[in-house]
């Protein structure tokens, strides 16, 4: 914000359960932003039985309930938000909707009559998300839920792609991918910016060496080829499993580090017995879950990182964060060829970006093993990119300056409070 403007105040809407628990809220709105004057008061449905009004790091927090799910959850969330706009304050110059249709639509209206901004923050495609949904479940819980699916798909391609995303003051999207995506549907360019995901520098921005402490004893002489995120059946953990075994042929030291889990116990249950029955079994380390600081000392004996991420049309408009993380620690990363991934792996040089087949992820991973100097150079090259390009502080400038175009003045909006 220019100096001598008094701090920006946003009310934001969730669609994720309070408290804001994702790095582009947590860190982008909850840390950088307020550092340069804007200050986010979020609202909506509460996770793990938190019922209370209070502070979070960007400002305050409104809950408006526990987050339910189902069809009860579905028709009851759009009110409760507006419920929740009543305490919106003179000092509110914007309201922005994180991902929920209808209440963007409610929100959009009480912009209007209010004389705020709107602004809403897409982070993933949920219209076709919905169809996909009704797609797929059909008629196996019955005709009720067929129907409430059904409805709910035709209701969000009507009231977002026709009405909602053209009326919009300003879009955020996840990526450029998204945003070529929505000027097909016809938002102009100028109304709409790429927020990607990032990460804060400085937590990783630390000597690698002093970091890792003690060789684990899993990882004593290996090359260790890792992976940090969940490791559900539909992230086909296997996949890795065959890209090691194919490494081994070639470089029988190579070890295959998987930090994180699957998320419920019949999925943890058939990755161990997955990997169990590899021929490659001895050389492969799950850790399970871990917190962060543990997982980043794993990750700095390693060699290279993977971020293998499925393609499809809900989720090529995606921004992985994996293979951010690896390059910010200054490890060189083998991904598919999602288009963010690509982009960054192409911008910043730090690692190869290949389809997602095991002889092209097998070939990647051998040239980095044998080739350690190239290997550093591709690590340093995009720890230097992240910090330029995909630090949350970066990002947070750019964000800021949307606001400050959006509100220039940083005064009051037109009208006062809804009461």
């Known amino acids: 914000?220019?100096?001598?403007?008094?701090?920006?105040?946003?009310?934001?809407?969730?669609?994720?359960?309070?408290?804001?628990?994702?790095?582009?809220?947590?860190?982008?709105?909850?840390?950088?932003?307020?550092?340069?004057?804007?200050?986010?008061?979020?609202?909506?449905?509460?996770?793990?039985?938190?019922?209370?009004?209070?502070?979070?790091?960007?400002?305050?927090?409104?809950?408006?309930?526990?987050?339910?799910?189902?069809?009860v959850g579905e028709l009851v969330r759009p009110f409760q938000d507006l419920l929740a706009m009543r305490r919106l304050e003179s000092e509110h110059q914007v309201i922005q909707v994180r991902d929920k249709i209808r209440t963007g639509l409610l929100a959009w209206i009480v912009a209007r009559l209010t004389g705020r901004r709107f602004v809403y923050w897409m982070s993933f495609p949920f219209a076709e998300g919905h169809a996909v949904r009704a797609r797929d479940v059909g008629f196996t819980k019955g005709p009720i839920v067929w129907i409430a699916n059904w409805a709910r798909a035709q209701l969000a391609q009507q009231v977002f792609y026709r009405f909602l995303i053209k009326r919009v003051d300003h879009l955020f999207v996840q990526s450029d991918e998204m945003c070529r995506e929505m000027r097909e549907h016809g938002v102009p360019a100028a109304r709409m910016t790429a927020v990607p995901m990032g990460v804060n520098s400085e937590w990783f921005d630390r000597d690698r060496a002093a970091m890792a402490g003690d060789v684990p004893e899993p990882l004593r002489g290996r090359r260790v080829l890792a992976y940090v995120g969940t490791l559900a059946r539909?992230?086909?953990?296997?996949?890795?499993?065959?890209?090691?075994?194919?490494?081994?042929?070639?470089?029988?030291?190579?070890f295959l580090l998987?930090?994180?889990?699957?998320?419920?116990?019949?999925?943890?249950?058939?990755?161990?017995?997955?990997?169990?029955?590899?021929?490659?079994?001895?050389?492969?380390?799950?850790?399970?879950?871990?917190d962060q600081d543990t997982a980043q000392r794993w990750l700095a004996h390693a060699e290279l990182g993977y971020s293998p991420f499925p393609r499809g049309p809900l989720l090529d408009s995606a921004s992985p964060t994996k293979a951010i993380e690896y390059l910010a620690q200054g490890i060189p990363c083998v991904a598919n060829d999602n288009p963010d991934?690509?982009?960054?792996?192409?911008?910043?040089?730090?690692?190869f970006c290949v389809p997602m087949e095991v002889e092209a992820f097998a070939h990647a991973?051998?040239?980095?093993?044998?080739?350690?100097?190239?290997?550093?150079?591709?690590?340093?090259?995009?720890?230097?990119?992240?910090?330029?390009?995909?630090?949350?502080?970066?990002?947070?400038?750019q964000v800021a300056s949307v606001y400050e175009r959006l509100c220039p003045s940083a005064g009051p909006p037109q009208q006062e409070q809804m009461r």
């Open 1 to 71: 914000m220019q100096s001598g403007t008094q701090p920006m105040r946003i009310f934001f809407l969730m669609y994720d359960a309070l408290p804001p628990f994702r790095s582009d809220v947590k860190v982008l709105f909850g840390q950088e932003l307020p550092k340069l004057g804007v200050l986010s008061d979020v609202a909506g449905q509460a996770g793990g039985g938190l019922d209370a009004t209070g502070s979070w790091g960007g400002g305050v927090m409104h809950v408006t309930g526990p987050l339910r799910k189902g069809l």
């Open 234 to 254: 539909s992230r086909r953990p296997e996949f890795l499993v065959q890209v090691l075994e194919r490494v081994r042929e070639v470089e029988p030291g190579a």
């Open 258 to 290: 998987l930090i994180g889990d699957a998320p419920n116990s019949d999925e943890r249950a058939w990755l161990r017995e997955m990997i169990a029955s590899s021929s490659s079994a001895s050389s492969i380390h799950l850790t399970g879950w871990v």
């Open 341 to 351: 991934q690509q982009l960054v792996l192409t911008q910043s040089g730090g690692g």
């Open 365 to 397: 991973s051998m040239r980095l093993l044998s080739d350690p100097p190239m290997a550093t150079k591709m690590g340093s090259a995009g720890k230097a990119w992240v910090q330029q390009h995909r630090d949350y502080s970066v990002l947070a400038r």
